[in-house]
């Protein structure tokens, strides 16, 4: 059983694992744990996927309860169901994926609240990270030996061909001040000095407000818009036809939006923080920027936008990095020996082959 949120990377990522078979080979139930909306909305919509679960654990006796979490309030709200499961003999996997993970842990959540955290780390049957970095932090504030690294997995098709906007930029992702959005809108005034006709695509869900505001502060809000959250046909069309994906973000996991733009071909200029510089190796298969710096990021998506083969040349790699790291099978093998291990029964045997459910 996978307790999850409704939108966003993590939402991305369970995806991701339904289209290369994983819901197909598993006995599998998602359960979404938050919503868009008022708090009341929110409320109902957690209370709602608590029942699911608890209905779940009575029906079949403990399951194995697969959490995943980010920072904030979805690690407070995913603690409410691993109690649940610790209670009742269930074993939680706890997948770990907020970026900003150990900020809230150093600095915004007390003493009291890294107790809890250690509590729950201590006692999961399986921790999986996305990196060996991550994992390095996990064993600094817990002695649990039972850590997996699992990197999120992507479909590589055949890139999409389309005329490219040659100076749009494209950031996918929640849309806040925390994913270098400030900065990007700052480095977009100056690439207009130059690229008349350049523009800044924002698509997800957030801030959007404060963002224009800043934006017309810099004289471009004409250059930015917010198509909102895109998935599916949509996400592939912007990535088709943007010039440069852009994530400039204060912190990160393994970002789901940035491994999607390798994927698809489009050069990538992020902040090396996180696990990114695991996967973006710079003048490689693309550019690494220092977090909060609008001047270097104006600089980087300048040499991208002014030289198109040099783009291609860091999109192929990117592409070609996607494919051997991140790709269906040797992912999703990984995730396997987790459930295998904690004695769950898969539908289809190994080495069979497994027909993806549809979205």
Request: positive net charge; contains cysteine.
């Amino acid at each position: 059983m996978l307790a999850t949120s409704a939108s966003g990377g993590i939402v991305s990522v369970i995806e991701a694992w339904r289209a290369i078979g994983l819901f197909e080979r598993w006995p599998i139930e998602c359960v979404s744990t938050h919503c868009e909306g008022g708090a009341l909305r929110k409320a109902w919509v957690a209370l709602k996927a608590l029942a699911r679960v608890a209905g779940a654990i009575v029906r079949h006796g403990p399951v194995v309860l697969h959490v995943h979490s980010a920072c904030d309030t979805s690690f407070w709200r995913k603690a409410v169901f691993m109690a649940l499961g610790l209670a009742t003999r269930c074993a939680v996997v706890f997948h770990l994926h907020g970026g900003r993970f150990v900020e809230f842990y150093d600095k915004e959540c007390g003493a009291l609240g890294r107790r809890v955290i250690r509590f729950f780390l201590a006692r999961a049957s399986c921790i999986v990270v996305l990196s060996e970095g991550w994992a390095s932090w996990v064993r600094s504030v817990s002695g649990n030996p039972r850590i997996v690294c699992v990197p999120n997995p992507v479909l590589v098709g055949a890139p999409r061909r389309a005329a490219r906007r040659r100076h749009t930029i494209l950031f996918m992702g929640l849309l806040t001040p925390a994913k270098g959005l400030l900065e990007l809108i700052e480095a977009l005034a100056v690439l207009r000095r130059r690229f008349s006709d350049s523009e800044l695509v924002c698509a997800g869900q957030g801030e959007g407000a404060l963002l224009t505001a800043h934006a017309r502060r810099f004289g471009v809000a004409d250059a930015v818009s917010f198509p909102g959250w895109v998935e599916g046909e949509a996400k592939e069309a912007w990535m088709a036809r943007a010039a440069v994906f852009a994530l400039p973000s204060h912190a990160e996991g393994m970002p789901m939006s940035l491994l999607e733009a390798m994927a698809a071909g489009l050069p990538a200029v992020a902040s090396a923080v996180g696990s990114v510089p695991e996967v973006l190796e710079d003048g490689v298969n693309g550019l690494l920027v220092r977090p909060r710096d609008a001047a270097g990021l104006a600089t980087a998506l300048e040499r991208l936008l002014e030289d198109p083969a040099f783009a291609a040349r860091l999109a192929d790699a990117a592409r070609e990095t996607v494919r051997r790291r991140f790709a269906g099978g040797a992912v999703l093998a990984e995730l396997e020996r987790v459930y295998a291990g904690l004695g769950l029964a898969a539908r289809v045997p190994s080495g069979a082959a497994a027909t993806p459910r549809p979205a």
